[in-house]
T-cell receptor
Framework: KAGVTQTPRYLIKTRGQQVTLSCSPISGHRSVSWYQQTPGQGLQFLFEYFSETQRNKGNFPGRFSGRQFSNSRSEMNVSTLELGDSALYLC?????????????FGEGSRLTVL | QQQVKQSPQSLIVQKGGISIINCAYENTAFDYFPWYQQFPGKGPALLIAIRPDVSEKKEGRFTISFNKSAKQFSLHIMDSQPGDSATYFCAASGETSGSRLTFGEGTQLTVNP
């Protein structure tokens, strides 16, 4: 069974640009959540999508947005990039959310903002 | 009240020793406490998890101890091996959290051969 796939794995952007990251969950998983990982702030929850609806949202500015498609694939977008947005962005999928307990993480998309 | 505090930040143990990582939480609505293991260049992977109805859970060399009254839980790695060298994160979530996990700051474990 294929794991969670995130693309691209690495990318470099400049301040003010926007970026779109993609996540393909494990087949059959309907919940996709996104986390930002930085050395200073650790792992922080961005948002969760379930059946194409945003079910939960973390404390990030509106520049961070996401969506989920009917096949459960998800994208997140960051507009007007800032230096502080440099981070590893992790996508995690689960069958139906936390009730099943386990989140399966992808290897992440490492974003560098110059 | 959403925070999870984790200690130590880094830990070095000898092969065969016991590694102990501690976490504390404040939100009494938390009812699920997983531990994740992350190797460099990889995403976190679930190691073991516990719910508050039990005080201890063991899976192989890994044990979670849970103290509901103190709002603390800990991970014990018995017979630590160099392959256990990784970053460990405790986390917590509540019934209404969906897939929202609140993570601790992480502990970088190094097991020397």
């Amino acid at each position: 069974k294929a794991g969670v796939t995130q693309t691209p794995r690495y990318l470099i952007k400049t301040r003010g640009q926007q970026v779109t990251l993609s996540c393909s969950p494990i087949s059959g998983h309907r919940s996709v959540s996104w986390y930002q990982q930085t050395p200073g702030q650790g792992l922080q929850f961005l948002f969760e999508y379930f059946s194409e609806t945003q079910r939960n949202k973390g404390n990030f500015p509106g520049r961070f947005s996401g969506r989920q498609f009917s096949n459960s694939r998800s994208e997140m977008n960051v507009s007007t990039l800032e230096l502080g947005d440099s981070a590893l962005y992790l996508c995690a999928s689960s069958l139906a959310g936390r009730d099943t307990g386990e989140l399966f993480f992808g290897e992440g998309s490492r974003l560098t903002v110059l | 009240q959403q925070q999870v505090k984790q200690s130590p930040q880094s830990l070095i143990v000898q092969k065969g020793g016991i590694s102990i990582i501690n976490c504390a939480y404040e939100n009494t609505a938390f009812d699920y406490f997983p531990w994740y293991q992350q190797f460099p260049g990889k995403g976190p992977a679930l190691l073991i998890a516990i719910r508050p109805d039990v005080s201890e859970k063991k899976e192989g060399r890994f044990t979670i101890s849970f103290n509901k009254s103190a709002k603390q839980f800990s991970l014990h790695i018995m017979d630590s091996q160099p392959g256990d060298s990784a970053t460990y994160f405790c986390a917590a979530s509540g019934e209404t959290s969906g897939s929202r996990l609140t993570f601790g700051e992480g502990t970088q474990l190094t097991v020397n051969p």
